[in-house]
């Protein structure tokens, strides 16, 4: 194994993805692991950035957007996932509204690999999502960005949710 599981991807290459995908709005909790990527996304005047104080909150608006008919998206980190999972099952899994969300993995020591991460909310966050039946994908260094595309459309496909998580903070 390498000594580094995750490396640090530059927000400039996920911000331009972001907007290869057509989002109008990201809906976040702010995350300080995936901060110069919200930096970037604030300046950007062609994306309306909509900040929230849970992820509940998140899940709720991102389902009126997209019933408005905005394209919106949502930046949190994982540990959110965890506090919103009724909202993320009764609103995007049993409503069926595309959730594309992009998860900081806030903690996760990128040394090791999530499985053998000590923090079980870096550990225990994938295997949750499986339990829900929700795909998930990683970012674990630039050359895994062009996932976002896979997940952002696979979300429109089953019209649920689905989770890129950012392995290592934005650079």
Excluded: W
């Amino acid at each position: 194994m390498n000594a580094t599981a995750a490396e640090s991807v530059p927000a400039e290459l996920l911000h331009d993805a972001i907007r290869e995908l057509g989002v109008t709005h990201v809906v976040t909790v702010p995350d300080t692991h995936q901060r110069t990527l919200l930096d970037r996304l604030y300046a950007d005047a062609d994306i309306r950035v909509v900040t929230v104080t849970t992820e509940d909150d998140a899940i709720g608006v991102n389902a009126g957007l997209h019933m408005g008919g905005a394209v919106p998206m949502l930046v949190i980190q994982q540990l959110g996932l965890f506090a919103s999972m009724n909202a993320l099952r009764g609103i995007a899994l049993d409503m069926n509204v595309p959730t594309f969300i992009l998860a900081g993995l806030f903690g996760r020591d990128v040394n090791k690999s999530t499985a053998e991460n000590r923090s079980r909310s870096v550990r225990l966050v994938e295997p949750l999502l499986d339990s829900m039946e929700i795909p998930h994908y990683a970012i674990d260094g630039p050359d895994d960005a062009g996932c976002i595309r896979t997940a952002f459309d696979q979300s429109r496909v089953v019209n649920g949710p689905v989770v890129v998580f950012v392995g290592a903070p934005t650079s």
